[in-house]
């Protein structure tokens, strides 16, 4: 019973993952209108459930993630307990936060989850005070990092191209530039993060996209402005908005490979607990597993999604084609830069970000102040929330 109840509530918690975290990948895209509600969802439930499925780690770290001490918990029974009580506390506060339509992240969902029944469980002695202040970082570095990032990468679009004279000719020769500089990001990144290839042979797959979309675009983008040289204006935006949709296609896969192990994590804990026996460091994640992670992500893309992309994609600035890609080159670069530096940032909290610098690079006037306060509110009551949720169920089952 108790494995059947782990597995429900992990499909519910990947299904509220889906719901939520799908305004990381498609909300700019809707927002620009460079495709529509009904074909992102359809688009990311398939690149979500791939990265998962194909992708997705089948050794993933266990419950604790170094935010427990692992010495305080008494018993495995105790931790597979609080893995049960993590997983409905942050399925619990992310429904919430999904039916409001404000993103949060995922990850400090289960990370407030572990905080909550290791204090109920251990004591204070039990958190890792030194990583959660590493995690309370992250609130402000992930969406300054972001939001500085797209408002210089707009500025630059802006600079070479939107105020140009001719910014058709500009366009021919400067956006095979910002092409080839995304094909090399999101390569690089997909490679070092998900393929797990190493930084050299993760830098030389980088390169090779980087000079071989650089000489492809420039034929691609020359033939696109031959059909619409009389548009200016859809020249500019239509060469983007191509760029915008390959970039949100790339961050919904990578969301399915990568951030699964959210949902099935606590619930490989359970199962490891019961078949087992015996929980160490790590543990196996059987593929099963991952599917059944997959499909929640899936099926909460296609029946929560909405919401979360009209706050992300329209709510809080208006965008188009420009501002779109400006997004995401920023959120996936700074996601690879916390990579390398090891910074525990949000993907949630450095798209918002990155969304708010574009739209202060036309001036405060430019952004939805009270859509943002909405947002932050949330952002800060995560933790404490999904961890007050799971403290109280880990009493009830002990």
């Known amino acids: 019973m108790i494995l059947l109840l782990s597995i429900a509530i992990g499909l519910a918690l990947a299904m509220a993952i889906g719901g939520n975290d799908v305004a990381n990948s498609m909300a700019t895209a809707v927002g620009a209108k460079a495709i529509t509600v009904k074909q992102a969802v359809l688009i990311a439930a398939v690149l979500e459930f791939s990265g998962a499925f194909f992708f997705g780690a089948h050794v993933t770290s266990t419950i604790t993630k170094g935010i427990l001490n692992p010495d305080s918990i008494s018993s495995d029974k105790m931790?597979?307990?609080?893995?049960?009580?993590?997983?409905?506390?942050?399925?619990?506060?992310?429904?919430?936060?999904?039916?409001?339509?404000?993103?949060?992240?995922?990850?400090?969902?289960?990370?407030?989850?572990?905080?909550?029944?290791?204090?109920?469980?251990?004591?204070?002695?039990?958190?890792?005070?030194?990583?959660?202040?590493?995690?309370?970082?992250?609130?402000?570095?992930?969406?300054?990092?972001?939001?500085?990032?797209?408002?210089?990468?707009?500025?630059?679009?802006?600079?070479?191209?939107?105020?140009?004279?001719?910014?058709?000719?500009?366009?021919?020769?400067?956006?095979?530039?910002?092409?080839?500089?995304?094909?090399?990001?999101?390569s690089f990144l997909f490679s070092i993060k998900t393929l797990k290839l190493g930084v050299y042979k993760s830098l030389l797959t980088g390169i090779a996209f980087f000079v071989g979309s650089l000489l492809v675009s420039f034929f691609i983008v020359a033939r696109y402005i031959r059909k619409n040289e009389h548009k200016p204006y859809e020249v500019v935006e239509g060469t983007f908005r191509k760029m915008q949709v390959l970039t949100s296609c790339y961050v919904s896969f990578a969301h399915g490979a990568n951030d699964v192990a959210n949902a099935v994590g606590p619930l490989a804990v359970v199962y490891i607990a019961l078949t087992a026996g015996g929980i160490g460091s790590h543990v196996e994640v059987p593929s099963w597993m991952l599917g059944i992670g997959g499909l929640g992500i899936a099926l909460g893309v296609g029946i929560w999604g909405k919401k979360v992309m009209e706050t992300v994609g329209t709510r809080i600035t208006t965008l188009n084609n420009t501002r779109g890609f400006s997004i995401d080159f920023a959120a996936a670069t700074t996601v690879l830069l916390s990579s390398f530096l090891g910074m525990p940032v949000s993907t949630t909290h450095t798209v918002v970000g990155a969304v708010t610098g574009v739209g202060l690079a036309h001036g405060l006037e430019g952004v939805n102040k009270g859509v943002l306060k909405n947002i932050l509110w949330a952002w800060f009551v995560t933790v404490p929330v999904s961890g007050i949720i799971s403290a109280l169920v880990f009493r009830m089952f002990i």
Do not use: D, E
């Open 79 to 186: 931790l597979m307990y609080g893995a049960l009580s993590a997983l409905i506390g942050a399925f619990i506060w992310l429904a919430i936060a999904t039916l409001k339509g404000w993103p949060v992240s995922t990850t400090h969902s289960i990370v407030g989850g572990m905080v909550g029944f290791g204090i109920m469980a251990g004591g204070m002695g039990a958190v890792n005070w030194a990583k959660m202040l590493m995690i309370v970082s992250s609130w402000f570095i992930s969406p300054f990092v972001g939001g500085l990032l797209a408002f210089i990468v707009f500025k630059l679009i802006a600079f070479s191209i939107l105020r140009k004279k001719n910014p058709v000719s500009a366009t021919k020769s400067y956006a095979p530039m910002y092409i080839a500089g995304t094909l090399f990001i999101t």
